[in-house]
C-alpha cells in the first residue's frame, strides 16, 4: 500500500496512523475538498471522487449543525458489512482539514480508529507549519492544482 | 438489558478486592458499552485494543481448532487484564492489580457475561 503527500509534513503522522490503525484507505483533504495525502489509493479518479463526496458530507453536517445552533459534528462513522467509514474534520494552524478513513472491519475497528485518530490529529498540529499563509486555490486555478496533486500522489 | 442492569452487573465485578475497574465493549467495533473504572484508567483505549485483541485471538482459537475462547488473563507488571467474551458480541474487561484473586474474577466475570 502507499501512502503519499502533496504537504510533506502530513507524511510521517499518516504512515503512523495507517500503521497503527490498519486502516485499508486514508484521505486527507482541506474542508474543500483538496487533496494534502493519501493512503492506499491507487487511481486518482478514486481520490477526486472520495475527496468531493468526503468534502460534501462534511460541509452537509456542518449545515445541519448549523440549521440545530450545535458546534459542527467531531466525526462520522459508518459501519457496513464488511468496510466502516470514520470521516473527522480538525483544526489546524493551517486551517480545518478533513480525514476520510476506510477500513475492514475484520482487521480494525472505530474504536482503534478512533483511538488512533486523536494521535493522529495531535501529530498533525505539531507537525504542522505554523509560518506562511496556506495558499488559496483560485477557481481558475483549480483544475492545473488539482492535476499537479494528483501528479504528486500517483508519480504520473 | 437497561443502562442501570449493566451498570449493577459491573458492580458485582469492581466490588471483588484488587478490581480497579471493569468494562462491557462491544467486541465488532470496539466501543465502550458500559463502564465503571477508577480514575487514570483509559476506558476507551482499553476497550479499542482489548476489542482487537479478543478478535485476533478468537480466529487465533478457530485456527487452532481449539474452538471459542472462554476466558484470557494477561498479567503484567503493574497489573493484570482479565476478559470473558460474553454471547451477544460484547466482551467483559476486567482491569485489575498484579496480585488479585484470579478464580474470583473469572467467576465475577464470567457470571457478568451471562448477565448481558
Avoid at chain 1, 130 to 140: F, I, S, Y
Avoid at chain 1, 141 to 150: A, G, T, V
Amino acid at each position: 500500500m502507499t501512502t503519499r503527500a502533496v504537504e510533506a509534513w502530513t507524511l510521517q503522522p499518516l504512515v503512523k496512523f495507517t500503521k497503527e490503525a490498519e486502516a485499508r484507505l486514508v484521505l486527507l483533504m482541506t474542508s474543500a475538498g483538496q487533496v494534502m495525502a493519501q493512503h492506499g489509493f491507487s487511481r486518482a479518479v478514486e481520490v477526486m471522487s472520495a475527496a468531493a463526496l468526503g468534502a460534501a458530507i462534511i460541509a452537509s453536517t456542518a449545515e445541519m449543525a448549523k440549521e440545530l445552533k450545535q458546534p459542527p459534528f467531531a466525526a462520522l462513522s459508518h459501519q457496513g458489512e464488511r468496510h466502516g467509514i470514520f470521516l473527522a474534520g480538525f483544526g489546524t494552524p493551517r486551517g480545518m482539514l478533513v480525514a476520510l478513513v476506510v477500513y475492514d472491519i475484520e482487521v480494525s475497528s472505530v474504536g482503534l480508529v478512533q483511538l488512533f485518530f486523536e494521535q493522529f490529529v495531535a501529530d498533525l498540529q505539531a507537525a504542522c507549519p505554523k509560518e506562511g499563509v496556506p495558499k488559496q486555490v483560485l477557481a481558475a486555478d483549480f483544475e492545473r492544482e488539482l492535476s499537479d496533486s494528483l501528479k504528486t500522489l500517483f508519480g504520473r | 438489558m437497561t443502562a442501570a442492569g449493566y451498570a449493577r452487573t459491573l458492580d458485582l465485578v469492581t466490588r471483588v478486592r484488587g478490581v480497579r475497574g471493569a468494562m462491557l465493549v462491544s467486541s465488532d467495533d470496539g466501543l465502550v458499552v458500559a463502564e465503571h473504572l477508577m480514575e487514570g484508567i483509559k476506558g476507551s483505549a482499553v476497550a479499542a485494543l482489548a476489542a482487537s485483541l479478543a478478535n485476533r485471538l478468537r480466529r487465533a482459537m478457530v485456527a487452532a481448532g481449539v474452538g471459542a475462547s472462554v476466558f484470557w488473563h494477561l498479567q503484567c507488571e503493574q497489573g493484570a487484564l482479565l476478559v470473558v467474551p460474553a454471547a451477544s458480541a460484547i466482551i467483559v474487561v476486567a482491569v485489575a492489580e498484579p496480585d488479585v484473586n484470579v478464580g474470583l474474577v473469572r467467576l465475577e466475570l464470567l457470571r457478568a457475561a451471562e448477565a448481558v
